[in-house]
């Protein structure tokens, strides 16, 4: 098993950047497909990124691609998510999730995610 804990959100104006972390203790985190998901007031849960398991091999939802990162640091058992060029879109809270794999074309869903963090909130202003 492992336990996560989301960190790095906050207040930024569009144009601007935000790294999210999110540490994990237990398992080493590598042994597991990661993902960074987000849930804006009124809206359904949206896939960002994941990273696949013992890989360094990514995948974005459209509207986040060239603009996000997801990354991952074996040796602290933390995974990250490097935010640029927000956008007022981009407002809403982020949790990061685990998965004992990916799923190809539906990972964006979450539904095979088991371990959540407890999500940190990002907000852009335009």
């Known amino acids: 098993q492992v336990q996560l804990v989301d960190s790095g959100g906050g207040s930024q104006q569009a144009g601007g950047s935000l790294r999210l972390s999110c540490a994990a203790s237990g398992d080493g985190i590598r042994s597991y497909c990661l993902g960074w998901f987000r849930q804006a007031p009124g809206k359904e849960r949206e896939g960002v990124a994941i990273?696949?398991?013992?890989?360094?091999?990514?995948a974005y939802t459209e509207s986040v691609k060239g603009r996000f990162t997801i990354s991952r640091d074996d040796s602290k058992n933390t995974l990250y998510l490097q935010m640029n060029s927000l956008e007022p879109e981009d407002t809403a809270m982020y949790y990061c999730?685990?998965?004992?794999?990916?799923?190809?074309?539906?990972?964006?869903?979450?539904?095979?995610?088991?371990?959540w963090g407890q999500g940190t909130q990002v907000t852009v202003s335009s």
């Open positions: 990273i696949y398991t013992y890989s360094t091999t990514t």
């Open positions: 999730a685990a998965a004992l794999w990916c799923e190809n074309n539906n990972w964006p869903k979450g539904n095979n995610f088991i371990f």
